[in-house]
């Protein structure tokens, strides 16, 4: 065997596919002082032995252990290997396309007939590396009979990037499981995961989500910008008015403020910006999520862990005995946590969290069927918003053009001839997409003593919709201000708020 200074950890001088292949490796010891030990998987070849010793110079004990205790240990040892800040870097920096770097991976059958595991490393570098320079927020790696697809979620859409060979599945899974510090033996079971990564002076997180599937793991990376923790609420994209209401509402001592929408329409990005401008030192916020996405300095952050107990509610409970002033809880899933949540913010404190709902006014009746008594979601409740993220217009290709009667019924413009929308096209600018970045979409309900009266009341939530919106913009209204605008297309609105643009056209 041969190393090489790409394939070499900074913890062994063995590759992890030698090891891998095998059955022996090196585990260095934890302290420097220290001699450390052999590996040896239960069946593997003693004489590969002779070979490691030979490499890493010296006699250690032999420790035999079964597959699955050695496939852990290997996890252990290489975590860290070969996607180091330098590893990243020089990914960047080099001229290496992805489409490339999957060109001259090796035409083994199996890739561990190579005694490097530096092609590997060196595609998923590139991998990631891509995802950072296009701005996607999800890699898949999806295996299927012919071909192993790789995936960007970019701007809210899935595009496919490349496909390799479906020989290698197994180990480019096995080595992202082995950067995530996951359980490499075990494929039964769903995983997770996280890893970071330095590019170009960038931080970046990577969490990692491994299923079973028919033709092996899926694998998900989603990448978290650490930027997205230090977001404003006046970067986020609201109407003035709204910004005004908005901060009026997190000025409150107590109550609740909740944030709705679907997943990925951004709730925990306008979480964060509402602590951010509460973060001061005269306040005590905590924080319980599932996971924990962003480190924010001067914030105390909880991660839940239902194998050992600790859930949201737990969690919360445990919190509200750490004297805080603000508290903010990642999701309001059950019974119990929506009890404690109303119970804090009784006891005097802020409590800022999410529903899975499809508009602001429907968290009531979520709450509602939760079991939370009416009386006190309407002695509680503040404010709630409700969210999309749409795709902005590329600036340098769309393309102005006249709407049709029916998409001026959409609009609720019917018989107006001076409205002007615009299209996607696509440039080398957007990459051909006809589409730069994305921005929000918002609707606020402020909770007054109409709206409380109507919650008290148990009133149908189209009456508590007619009230709330009486005065303001709904989501669908807020989207066409930003067609008009030429921020975005209709059909960017339509596919985030198709329901009620289809009932403002009596479809």
Avoid at 283 to 289: A, C, D, F, G, M
Avoid at 436 to 464: N, Q
Wanted: proline share 5%; net charge negative.
């Amino acid at each position: 065997m041969t190393e090489t200074a790409d394939t070499a950890s900074a913890r062994t001088p063995v590759t992890y596919a030698f090891a891998r292949q095998t059955g022996v490796a090196y585990q260095p010891a934890d302290t420097a002082s220290g001699v450390g030990a052999f590996l040896l998987r239960s069946g593997a070849d003693r004489r590969a032995l002779l070979e490691l010793r030979r490499v890493v110079g010296r006699t250690c004990p032999v420790r035999e252990c079964p597959p699955g205790e050695y496939d852990r240990a290997l996890s252990d040892i290489y975590a860290y290997s070969g996607l180091g800040e330098d590893a990243i870097d020089s990914a960047d920096e080099s001229d290496e396309s992805l489409s490339r770097l999957i060109d001259e991976m090796p035409r083994t059958e199996d890739l561990l007939d190579s005694d490097s595991d530096a092609p590997i490393i060196r595609l998923i570098n590139g991998m990631i590396a891509e995802a950072v320079r296009t701005a996607a927020s999800d890699v898949h790696v999806e295996p299927f009979e012919d071909r192993v697809s790789i995936r960007y979620r970019v701007d809210g859409v899935l595009h496919e990037t490349a496909a390799v060979p479906p020989r290698l599945a197994s180990p480019l899974v096995s080595r992202i499981k082995v950067m995530a510090r996951l359980d490499i033996a075990e494929k039964r079971i769903p995983q997770d995961g996280r890893l970071s990564i330095s590019l170009g002076g960038q931080s970046v997180d990577v969490r990692v989500s491994t299923l079973p599937s028919r033709h092996g793991e899926r694998v998900v990376l989603r990448l978290l910008d650490n930027s997205a923790a230090r977001f404003k609420l006046d970067d986020l994209g609201m109407p003035a008015t709204m910004l005004a209401d908005m901060k009026k509402a997190l000025a409150q001592p107590n109550g609740i403020i909740l944030v709705t929408g679907p997943t990925g329409a951004g709730k925990t990005t306008t979480l964060y910006a509402g602590l951010n401008l509460l973060n001061e030192e005269t306040r005590n916020i905590l924080t319980v999520e599932d996971p924990v996405e962003y480190a924010i300095d001067g914030i105390g952050q909880t991660q839940v862990n239902a194998k050992v107990g600790m859930t949201f509610a737990a969690g919360l409970r445990a919190i509200l005995r750490q004297d805080p002033d603000i508290v903010m809880v990642g999701e309001i899933r059950d019974v119990e946590t929506a009890q404690i949540a109303v119970q804090a913010s009784l006891t005097g404190h802020l409590v800022l969290s999410t529903v899975h709902t499809n508009s602001a006014v429907a968290a009531i009746p979520r709450l509602r069927d939760m079991g939370v008594e009416s009386y006190l979601l309407a002695s509680t409740l503040t404010a709630i918003v409700a969210q999309r993220l749409v795709r902005r217009l590329c600036g340098h290709c769309r393309e102005a053009y006249t709407p049709d009667a029916a998409e001026l019924a959409l609009l609720g413009l019917t018989g107006r001839a001076d409205v002007t929308l615009w299209k996607p096209v696509g440039c080398p600018h957007c990459k051909q997409t006809g589409h730069d970045g994305r921005t929000g979409l918002y609707e606020l309900v402020m909770v007054d003593d109409t709206l409380r009266k109507h919650i008290h009341d148990d009133a149908r939530e189209a009456d508590m919709a007619a009230h709330a919106f009486a005065h303001r913009p709904t989501l669908f209204r807020n989207g066409v201000e930003l067609a008009l605008a030429g921020t975005t297309s209709l059909a960017e609105i339509l596919r985030v708020c198709r329901e009620e643009g289809e009932r403002h056209a009596g479809v």
